[in-house]
């Protein structure tokens, strides 16, 4: 499958010594990545956000797998190793598969609630759930979903899951038969940060998965933040960015 050359949006200096990309989730693009490309163009970085395959004004492909969304991460021109990658949901789980291929692609890597795992039932909530907001989810409808959101993480969000594809929506979740990256980020081999939903029913990764992983892999710590669920930085932007800043200057 040939990889896909992925538009994307960016906030801050070409010109900043510090480069980060940033990965949205499943129904999404790089528009809704806006707080924290902002909160990172603030603290002196560049960011640069995809729209991957599907999804903003990428192009649509025959093909959603894991492993293909990563090829395409990688195709993403940078002089040098990124100095972080953050990824949401599935762009989490992109960005291990992306980091499996090609060790060393970031030298850092955040995750915010990955989708490393997704079993049959979780599949078909996935796909159901999608589906379901591509066709009928409105500004009204998300805010009475979200009340304590941003306005503009209501109106971006609602306008992303628009934008994409129906067909991607659908076989991000069918091509993947066999979602499972757990090995892949128990072998991350640079410092990861992964930010845990608090509200387990709201949570694609659960204590399971974070037990096992940094059981096996010393570079992979987590972060949970009260009264959040698979949004965390949209459910608590602020403390969000705040625990980003501190784990950045605590490896500086």
């Not at 009475?144 to 076989?171: G, K």
């Amino acid at each position: 499958m040939p990889i896909v050359d992925l538009p994307t949006t960016t906030w801050g200096s070409p010109a900043a010594d510090r480069v980060a990309l940033l990965i949205h989730g499943l129904g999404s693009d790089a528009s809704t990545l806006w707080r924290i490309g902002e909160h990172l163009a603030e603290s002196g970085w560049y960011a640069i956000a995809v729209d991957q395959r599907g999804h903003g004004v990428a192009p649509r492909t025959s093909r959603y797998r894991i492993e293909d969304y990563a090829r395409d991460l990688l195709g993403v021109a940078n002089p040098r190793p990124w100095d972080v990658a953050i990824g949401h949901s599935i762009g989490g789980a992109n960005l291990v598969e992306a980091s499996a291929m090609k060790p060393g692609f970031a030298q850092r890597i955040v995750l915010i609630d990955p989708a490393l795992h997704a079993g049959p039932e979780s599949r078909e909530q996935i796909r159901t759930n999608q589906l379901a907001n591509h066709a009928s989810l409105t500004v009204e409808k998300q805010r009475e979903l979200n009340p304590h959101w941003h306005d503009q993480d209501i109106e971006l969000s609602v306008a992303a899951v628009h934008r994409a594809s129906a067909f991607a929506l659908e076989h991000s979740v069918t091509d993947n038969h066999d979602w499972d990256v757990l090995a892949e980020a128990a072998a991350i081999t640079v410092p990861t940060l992964i930010f845990q939903a608090s509200k387990a029913e709201l949570a694609r990764y659960r204590d399971e998965h974070a037990d096992a992983i940094e059981a096996a892999n010393p570079l992979v710590s987590r972060s949970i933040i009260d009264e959040t669920g698979h949004n965390v930085h949209r459910d608590a932007p602020d403390e969000f960015c705040r625990r980003l800043s501190n784990w950045f200057d605590a490896r500086s």
